[in-house]
C-alpha cells in the first residue's frame, strides 16, 4: 500500500465488500445484482484513492472471491530447539517470520502447515498442538484489507534440511531473546514467546481470538 491505511477504513471495506459480495451470491434479481456490483466498485475507487493505489491494484484485493465471504485462514508453525525458534526471511520485505502461509482447499490446517514449513525452510516438520487461533484484525498487526485468521501450531521436526523457497531467501533458527526484524503482518514476537509457553506447557488450553 503506498499511503498508510486507517484501520477504519479498512474497516468498512471489508464490511462493505463482503455485503456486496454476499448480495451477488444469493440475489438474482438483476436490479440488486447491479446495485452489489456498482458497490464493490464503490469500495474499490474508495481504496484506491485513500490509499493511493492505482484502480486495478484495488480491484484485485478481491478479485475472484465469490460466494459468502469469509475470513481466509493463514497458518504458522512453531519450531523449537531450546531456547531457539525456526524462522525464515521474507523476500518480499526482506524480514523474518514462522514459516507459513495460506490454507489450499482440501487441506487440512495440520497438513497446510507441515507443507508451508518444508516450501519455506526445506524441513520436514509435523504439527503437534494447535496453540492458538487469533483474529488478526485484534492484535496489534500493521492493517491490512483482509479479514484473517492465524492459525499457530507448536511443530516439530521430522526430518529435511535448511532451504530456501520461492518466498524465502534465508533459513534459520534464533534465540528468543534476540530475535530479528520480524514480518509484523504475518508474527508478532509476543505470539512467538506464547507459541514457546505452549512448547513447554502442552497441557496450556488453547488461545483464540
Known amino acids: ?37 456498482q458497490l464493490m466498485e464503490l469500495v474499490a475507487g474508495l481504496l484506491s484513492t485513500q490509499l493511493q493505489i492505482p484502480l486495478a491494484v484495488a480491484r484485485a484485493f478481491w478479485e ?42 482440501n487441506d487440512a490446517p495440520s497438513e497446510a502447515v507441515a507443507r508451508e514449513i518444508f516450501e519455506e525452510s526445506g524441513y520436514r516438520a509435523r504439527a503437534v498442538k494447535l496453540a492458538a487461533l487469533v483474529d488478526k ?5 500493521p492493517p491490512g484489507v483482509h479479514h484473517i485468521y492465524k492459525l499457530f501450531f507448536v511443530c ?39 507459541l514457546y509457553r505452549h512448547r513447554l506447557d502442552p497441557a496450556l488450553p488453547t488461545d483464540f481470538d
Open 64 to 105: 475472484g472471491e465469490r460466494g459468502y465471504a469469509t475470513p481466509k485462514v493463514d497458518v504458522r508453525g512453531g519450531i523449537f530447539d531450546g531456547e531457539r525458534v525456526l524462522l525464515v526471511r521474507e523476500r518480499s520485505d526482506g524480514c523474518w517470520t514462522l514459516p507459513g502461509g495460506w490454507v489450499d482447499v
Open 1 to 37: 500500500m503506498s499511503a498508510p491505511a486507517d484501520p477504519g477504513l479498512l474497516d468498512f471495506a471489508r464490511k462493505a465488500q463482503a455485503i456486496a459480495q454476499n448480495g451477488l451470491a444469493f440475489s438474482r434479481d438483476p436490479f440488486d445484482r447491479e446495485r452489489y456490483t
Open 137 to 141: 484484525n485484534r492484535h496489534p498487526h
Open 156 to 194: 516439530e521436526l521430522t526430518g529435511g534440511a535448511p532451504a530456501t523457497g520461492v518466498e524465502t531467501d534465508a533459513v534459520e533458527f534464533f534465540p528468543l531473546q534476540g530475535l530479528p526484524q520480524l514480518s509484523r503482518g504475518r508474527v508478532l514476537a509476543p505470539q512467538i514467546e506464547r
